[in-house]
């Protein structure tokens, strides 16, 4: 028997680095009876068949985060990269993943990358709508090779999973942080300046100075009927600090009078765009549980 994690899984066949070597896997069928399915991240134990050399995952250790898209287990953190042009930050979808992560218990650091493409007060106002929302932020360039460093700081000795739409360069920060991964590079519409999909895969690539990332084919979109009204406000910590103020103990920071959220919106202690958008998911939130 030999322990090992799943680096990579395609068609039923999964990838297990253990520290004697790299064994393609098949699972035992009980895993298909109980329904569970190994993910890329689980830390499993095999069996090696000496005809063949194929390996066979005899047990699933207990996960201690799983995501279901990308479908990775086991992560301490997500890296939500966002490029502050080419393409233009999209903070309503930068707000949908710090949900979902908020969601699922696993630590978001946000990204800012290409900030070679923006003056330092655009820079500041980016950074600051999310200043008080105790996230880290790094702000990164592989032109400027600026951030690189703080970035390998996070990345060490965790398993983190890159995260964002496609274009904001990803693949890119990877390359730099770790340039043996030769990982391929996209281009940006002129049209669109949105980017083109160049992750096909789930993969888990582990890095020479401790830990391993994941680089995830790029999003449009995020599912958040997971959410109910009225613990929206808890994924939202600067929203947090103020609501115990409200008039109404069950406040949404919508409509209701003497709203201490609203309040310190207007005093500029709170984002606006980070409320509207916050406003945007409540609403939304609304509109499904209607229907």
């Known amino acids: 028997m030999l322990e090992g994690i799943i680096i990579k899984g395609i068609g039923g066949l999964y990838y297990v680095k253990t520290n004697e070597g790299l064994y393609k896997c098949k699972a035992r069928g009980l895993f298909r009876k109980k329904k569970i399915k190994p993910l890329v991240g ?10 063949d050399n194929m390996g066979y995952i005899m047990e699933i250790e207990d996960r201690d985060s ?18 502050v042009k080419d393409p233009f930050p999209n903070l309503w979808l930068l707000d949908r993943f710090l949900l979902l992560s908020e969601k699922e218990n696993i630590n978001p650091i946000i990204c800012f990358n290409k900030i070679d493409l923006i003056d ?9 709508i999310y200043k008080d929302t105790g996230y880290k932020i790094i702000n990164t360039s592989t032109k ?21 739409p496609s274009g904001v360069g990803k693949s890119s920060l990877l390359n730099f942080v770790q340039p043996n991964l030769k990982l391929k590079i996209g281009e940006i519409s002129e049209k669109t300046k949105r980017g083109k999909h160049t992750t096909r895969s789930t993969k888990l690539m582990e890095l020479n100075f401790g830990g391993w990332i994941v680089d995830t084919p790029g999003f449009s979109s995020l599912n958040i ?3 109910e009204e009225d613990e929206l406000e808890s994924y939202f910590p600067e929203i ?6 409200c008039r109404f103990n069950d406040c949404k920071h919508d409509k209701e009078p003497s709203c201490a959220v609203k309040n310190a ?10 409320y ?16």
């Open 42 to 51: 689980d830390r499993v134990i095999i069996e090696l068949n000496e005809i």
């Open 66 to 83: 799983v995501l279901v898209r990308p479908a990775v287990s086991n992560v301490n953190q997500v890296i939500i990269v966002f490029a």
């Open 120 to 128: 330092e007060d655009k820079l500041k106002h980016i950074n600051g």
């Open 144 to 164: 400027k090779i600026h951030g690189i460093e703080k970035l390998k700081k996070v990345l060490k000795d965790k398993i983190s999973v890159f995260a964002g």
């Open 225 to 227: 009927d997971f959410l």
């Open 240 to 245: 947090v600090k103020y609501s115990g103020n």
């Open 265 to 274: 919106v207007e005093e500029n202690l709170i984002s606006k765009e980070r």
């Open 276 to 291: 509207n958008n916050y406003l945007m998911v409540l609403n939304e939130i609304k509109n499904f549980r209607r229907y």
